[in-house]
């Protein structure tokens, strides 16, 4: 089952079934007024919208033609945003740049942050920059949504509690982060609204390529139009995103609408190797910041700058047969004015 | 005005009017479902919320009892919980107990962090604790819920955000602090739910005692019966918030209902001394962890230790006739089980 949110008048957009192929959608409005709605009694909602997907797969309901520019994130409101740090090479990477060892906490213990919730991007929305000075970056990742999960529960427990997966372009302003991290209290200022793919699916749709709550298929990043990562979400994962439900809510429940997030995926080399990019045969990266990392090693110098207004990112994953399974998330940078007062 | 959300089946309650005193209450649902949908338009909403508060209040409608303890918080699922530092008496307190200064930038730059948005609890639920090495403490403050507002607003701006004020508990667990913020990602585990005031109001109600962006008065802090706190919110702070409205703006607009909180209230004695108990005459402490660090400054050790099963503590302010402004936060930290298996 595949689900989103066409943009409307209405703060939480217009609920859609939409077909495997995505091609066609037809409105679930009369069985929830929202995906947010939907995930709040999911165990009565899922079955009525597995009935609408199957007539919409089989033809006996014809929908509509589905665009995908036309999306909202399919939660456009969502409660809360807890983004993880399952692939340890990207944070392995971060601290090999500054000369740092990883804490050997950090391979039982995930990092995790709490973003920004209640507003998001659209899939096709520009990115909003201030000022170029800020560093901004995307991280591609992998997320799923939760219906209700009660305080406490045990990682086994915790699988069942998935109820949809989507990507997310985790934006990040690397030029704020030192700063912000080093008064203690995490990211604020420094990671502002995400984008989520149009589309967000059931498990069910992924068959064996969802398996220890991870999915096995690569991630592809195309940045300004060039591969620039295809990193496997299903290998080197330190933890996965059931493990990062249970620990969100080690102390307190988690609302149903609550999305957690994976982390930007990011892969070592075959030989063990941090990653080379693309151009030179390896997988990429989820973000500009680790090709800037292995500048770093290489040659003491971050050279790929941040980006710009005009810069563009692509987030996306195909299937076996080259489908793309959630959409695209397709941005460009696009500078804002600020006040002067600030 | 005074607002407020009873409890029903409804995960956002029932949306009233409150009278000035309150002692009598008024279904708002004609007017808006809920007091999200309320903030979200309020403009349009507010006149007509204020329209049936006089008629309250002048007796021309006659209501029902009103009964703080079958409130949920105003906000029963908030969009965003953004909590700042204001009061930086309370973070010189803690530097000083661990023999570090404060960064310079602090007087400048806020401190804040992103909390558990989505989930509340109610102002007198039990505060649910899973283990009493968590070290569970209070943290009185005050808050203020914003309409939508723009990415990169101007401090002068910001204040006309403001469109209502509350009280917070903002309960922490200091047991988990130290090893989630050497992670150095912020809080997540160690800041579970909040519960905030039965009552929000609007800034009039206040009249002189709004001034700056700031609540005049003294947070009554009621710690097992016994004065706690008695800091005055309009006292020592280092931003006021409307500057931490802007600051959590800088690079994101705030979705209608954001929850903005000022941190930890906190006074110095009037010697300039970092404050005595309220035993002692002084004005005493909005959280635990402020008693304990001037124990650990003057005698080397702690001594006050955090909540355990059947402590409680009760929040309010009272204007200058002694009547709750807010009504109360009036909570009993709880033991709950949790699975063997996390």
């Known amino acids: 089952m595949k689900l989103a949110t066409l943009t409307s008048d209405q703060r939480d957009g217009t609920f ?17 007024p929202s995906l947010q709605a939907a995930i709040e009694n999911w165990s009565i909602i899922e079955p009525q919208l597995k009935a609408l ?22 939660l456009p409101r969502p409660y809360q945003w807890l983004d ?41 929305d520009a990115i909003p920059l201030g000022d170029v000075a800020w560093g901004c970056d995307m991280e591609a990742e992998v997320c799923v949504i939760t219906d209700d999960v009660p305080m406490g529960v045990a990682e086994e427990e915790a699988g069942h509690h998935i109820k949809l997966i989507l990507l997310c372009n985790d934006v990040s302003l690397r030029g704020l982060i030192p700063a912000e991290l080093a008064k203690g209290f995490g990211f604020v200022q420094s990671k502002p609204l995400c984008a989520f793919s149009p589309v967000a699916i059931s498990p069910d749709e992924l068959g064996e390529l969802w398996q220890d709550s991870l999915v096995h298929l690569p991630l592809r990043v195309d940045y300004n139009g060039q591969a620039f990562g295809r990193a496997n979400a299903g290998v080197d994962a330190t933890f996965n995103l059931a493990q990062l439900v249970a620990h969100a809510a080690k102390t307190r429940p988690l609302i149903a609408g609550t999305i957690i997030g994976s982390g930007t995926v990011s892969n070592k080399d075959e030989d063990g190797g941090p990653g080379r990019p693309v151009s030179e045969g390896g997988l990429g990266y989820s973000c500009i910041a680790e090709i800037r990392m292995i500048e770093q090693i290489k040659t003491g110098n971050p050279e790929t700058p941040f980006m710009k207004t005009g810069d563009t990112v692509r987030i996306e994953m195909l299937d076996a047969a080259g489908h793309s399974v959630f959409g695209a998330i397709d941005q460009t940078v696009t500078a804002v004015e600020l006040s002067d007062n600030r």
């Open 84 to 124: 993880g740090s399952a692939y340890i090479n990207h944070v392995e990477l971060v601290r090999q740049a500054r000369g740092a060892v990883v804490p050997e906490s950090f391979y039982s213990d995930p990092l995790m942050y709490q973003g920004v919730s209640g507003s998001t991007l659209r899939p096709y």
């Open 53 to 74: 997907a199957n007539a919409l797969e089989d033809g006996s309901v014809s929908g509509k033609v589905f665009d995908q520019e036309q999306c909202e994130s399919p």
């Open 16 to 32: 859609v079934v939409v077909s495997k192929d995505l091609t066609k959608c037809i409105e679930a409005t009369d069985i929830a």
